[in-house]
């Protein structure tokens, strides 16, 4: 796998870099001067294919349409927990000990001017809330994993930041928070020991419906490596709400443009083992 050898090079930093290369705009930027130069070669042809593939693939991209498409396509991601879902699993399973919500990072800032302190990316707080918000309804304790990312700047890590958050703001303290993982790989082979010698023996995991293939693949790999039989349940967070198309579905957006990204940041990592 190519997250492997990354790994192995020592070039696990430089995965942002590569992502930057091989995801939009760059790809279709290029796309789009190739076809350029070669129009002023006179392959007029060749040339206006290409122009035109990749402006249309940039204003694609920006559409709420090209992730509503893409993420069935490339990624399959499970839908929502229901409250017949978390009744069953409760029935399933009635000693709250056995079962663990397990909350992945997204990224921390590293300061936050209107606090005074390192805080949670928006991202990083919609899956935490989720995640003491499944705690409430159940009774489950709840784990988080996140810690510096590669190639950023020292300082607090997500998961001391997350346990000041829940204790302080949510009133609800974390059971176990691992703050050492650097990617979804780590999240997984540093919290999953963590959890087999707890004795839980299903865990929720919470994080965005677009990384929870590449989580729950993280997951079960690591827990198959340490021999750990347990279940494991996808409890995915930000997802839209299904209804018919919309014309405001092909109109540009920089949040669609985010979407986008983001499905096409999940499939590569999919692809590359990460």
């Known amino acids: 796998m190519i997250n492997a050898w990354l790994a192995g090079a020592g070039l696990s930093g430089w995965k942002g870099v590569i992502g930057a290369l091989l995801l939009p705009p760059l790809p279709l930027v290029a796309l789009v001067l190739l076809g350029a130069v070669t129009l002023h070669r006179r392959r007029r042809?060749?040339?206006?294919?290409?122009?035109?593939?990749?402006c249309f693939g940039l204003y694609f991209v920006a559409t709420p349409a090209a992730a509503r498409l893409l993420a069935?396509?490339?990624l399959h991601p499970p839908r929502a927990l229901s409250t017949s879902d978390l009744e069953s699993l409760r029935m399933a399973a009635p000693n709250p000990a056995s079962t663990a919500i397990v909350v992945l990072g997204a990224g921390r800032?590293?300061?936050?001017?209107e606090y005074g302190?390192?805080?949670?990316?928006?991202?990083?707080?919609?899956?935490?809330r989720y995640g003491l918000w499944l705690s409430r309804q159940t009774g489950w304790p709840v784990g988080y994993t996140g810690g510096i990312g590669h190639a950023q700047q020292p300082g607090p890590s997500e998961a001391e930041i997350a346990t000041r958050i829940a204790a302080g703001e949510f009133r609800l303290p974390l059971r176990w928070a691992e703050g050492r993982s650097r990617d979804t790989t780590e999240n997984a082979?540093?919290?999953a020991p963590m959890l087999h010698d707890a004795g839980v023996r299903r865990v929720v995991l919470?994080?965005?419906?677009?990384?929870?293939?590449?989580?729950?693949r993280a997951f079960r790999g690591a827990a198959a490596r340490i021999g750990w039989s347990v279940e494991f349940v996808a409890a995915p967070v930000g997802l839209h709400a299904p209804g018919p198309w919309e014309?405001?579905?092909?109109?540009?957006g920089g949040g669609a443009f985010l979407d986008s990204w983001l499905v096409l940041h999940?499939?590569?990592?999919l692809l590359a083992g990460a």
């Open 45 to 54: 042809a060749l040339g206006w294919a290409l122009l035109l593939l990749g």
């Open 72 to 74: 069935p396509m490339l």
């Open 109 to 113: 800032r590293e300061l936050s001017p």
């Open 117 to 128: 302190m390192a805080n949670l990316k928006p991202a990083t707080i919609e899956r935490l």
């Open 189 to 191: 082979v540093l919290m």
């Open 206 to 216: 919470v994080t965005h419906d677009y990384h929870q293939p590449r989580a729950l």
């Open 247 to 252: 014309v405001s579905d092909f109109l540009p």
């Open 266 to 269: 999940e499939a590569l990592g």
